[in-house]
């Protein structure tokens, strides 16, 4: 396993492409960003920035379009209704997490649907010539009571290793072909070795059943190969051939994150997602398995 001999430079900034349609969540989406539904009472993206926040992410860059700038103003200050809210002596707080430093959200728009690599890509400018992070909202990382979040256990991964990170996980063969698959090396601990990277392979030619789940930390360099707009899987620009271009010349390294992970891209993703949260609330959980429990006969 390759170790880089100096300090990495750090993670400052995340890249959230945050521009689909939502189709599959239609009518609900026809308005309101699929970022923007509720898993208990916090939106989805929300609890995406907060894992960057958590593990030191200062910058988030949106990738929106049309009909998204929701997502931005869900990160500003709404004066009238915190002066409401003051006012009439209630608390506050509940909106801290959607406060931002003054530059620190930032939002680009994806003018048309080209595919996962062309939304980073389109966040180019902003990124610079740093290492950056990606987090695919509909993928909602959960850490462990008392453990760190999905990007955070990277993070800490990175400092040791350097070079590219994705975060990954098993899933049963026959599902492969939604995902961008490893080809995994040696492995020590958390950490594997990544020899290849292919998009959406059909199972019989998937290398491995260890898919990429939606949390990377990437070099700028990718930037430079995603600027050929090479079409891959499903005729998109994507990002796994892009990174794929970089193993060999960097090292790339996929972690399996120590928590859980629910695939809000699906429905009934989402509601596993929303009722595991409710469950493990102190202000609700009991009242939420009590109510389970009951529907449940
Ligand atoms: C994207 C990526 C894929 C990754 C997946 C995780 O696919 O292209 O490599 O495994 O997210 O959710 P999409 O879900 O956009 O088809």
């Not at 700038?69 to 002066?83: P, Q, S, W, Y």
């Not at 707009?229 to 060999?248: H, P, S």
């Amino acid at each position: 396993m390759s170790a880089t001999p100096s300090r990495p430079k750090p993670i400052r900034k995340a890249v959230f492409p945050v521009a689909g349609l939502g189709t599959r969540f239609l009518p609900a989406t026809k308005v309101v960003p699929k970022e923007l539904l509720p898993v208990v009472d916090r939106p989805l993206i929300q609890y995406a920035v907060d894992e960057a926040r958590e593990a030191g992410i200062e910058q988030m860059i949106f990738v929106t379009g049309r009909g998204k700038t929701g997502i931005v103003e869900h990160f500003d200050i709404a004066f009238e209704l915190e002066k409401t809210m003051a006012e009439r002596g209630r608390d506050t707080s509940v909106l801290d997490c959607t406060r931002a430093v003054p530059g620190d959200v930032i939002a680009v728009r994806q003018q048309v649907p080209l595919g996962l690599g062309h939304a980073i890509w389109c966040a180019r400018a902003i990124v610079g010539d740093e290492p950056f992070a990606i987090f695919l909202p509909d993928e909602l990382m959960v850490a462990r009571a008392g453990g760190s979040g999905c990007m955070k256990q990277m993070v800490e991964a990175y400092e040791e290793v350097g070079g590219n990170l994705v975060s990954v996980l098993e899933v049963p063969i026959e599902q492969v072909s939604s995902y961008g698959v490893i080809a995994p090396g040696e492995s020590r601990g958390k950490l594997t070795e990544v020899r290849g990277l292919v998009e959406k392979p059909p199972v019989s030619a998937a290398p491995s059943n260890k898919i990429v789940s939606g949390r990377y930390i990437l070099q700028p360099e990718v930037m430079g190969l995603l600027a050929a707009q090479e079409r891959g899987a499903g005729g998109e620009i994507q990002l796994t051939d892009a990174m794929a271009k970089l193993i060999g010349s960097q090292p790339f390294h996929a972690l399996t994150f120590d928590g859980a992970r629910y695939d809000c891209g699906s429905k009934v993703g989402f509601v596993e997602a929303t009722l595991a949260i409710a469950l493990s609330r102190p202000d609700m959980g009991e009242a939420v398995r009590a109510m389970a429990q009951r529907l449940l006969g």
